[in-house]
C-alpha cells in the first residue's frame, strides 16, 4: 500500500506561480510512477503530467507544456508539480497517483494509488 498526499493547492492570480507537493509513505521502495491529474466540476479527471521513477522521463498534456514542470525526489518520497503563469482555466482540484511501472503512464485507470487532492483555484 502507498499512501499520497497532495499540498499547496490556494487561491492565486492569474499569471501566479504555485508548486503542489505529493508525499508519499508506505510501500514506497518499489518503483512507482508518478502521474498528475485535475478534475475541475463537471468535468472528467484530466491527465496533467508523469514522470518516471528515476525522473529521467516526463510526459505533459498540451494544455500544461511549457508552464508546469513535474519533479521528483525519492530520497524525500515527493514529487513536486511546479505551475508557472497559471490561467482560470487550470482552476481544478488537483490529484497526484502512483503506478506501479517502470514507464510512463498516462491513463487514470492505470495508476494504482491516489491522493485526496488539493484545490488550486486562479481568478482572473
Known amino acids: 500500500q502507498v499512501q499520497l498526499v497532495e499540498s499547496g493547492g490556494g487561491l492565486v492570480q492569474a499569471g501566479s506561480s504555485l508548486r503542489l507537493s505529493c508525499a508519499a509513505s508506505?510501500?514506497?521502495?518499489?518503483?512507482?510512477?508518478m502521474g498528475w491529474f485535475r478534475q475541475a466540476p463537471g468535468k472528467e479527471r484530466d491527465f496533467v503530467a508523469s514522470?518516471?521513477?528515476?525522473?529521467?522521463?516526463?510526459y505533459y498534456a498540451d494544455s500544461v507544456k511549457g508552464r508546469f514542470t513535474v519533479s521528483r525526489d525519492n530520497a524525500q518520497n515527493t514529487v513536486y508539480l511546479q505551475m508557472n503563469s497559471l490561467k482560470r482555466e487550470d482552476t481544478a482540484v488537483y490529484y497526484c497517483?502512483?503506478?506501479?511501472?517502470?514507464?510512463?503512464?498516462?491513463?487514470?485507470?492505470?495508476?494504482?494509488?491516489w491522493g485526496q487532492g488539493t484545490q488550486v483555484t486562479v481568478s482572473s
Open positions: 497517483a502512483s503506478a506501479r511501472s517502470l514507464g510512463l503512464v498516462l491513463k487514470a485507470g492505470s495508476y494504482n494509488y
Open positions: 508506505g510501500r514506497t521502495s518499489s518503483s512507482y510512477t
Open positions: 514522470i518516471t521513477w528515476t525522473g529521467g522521463r516526463t
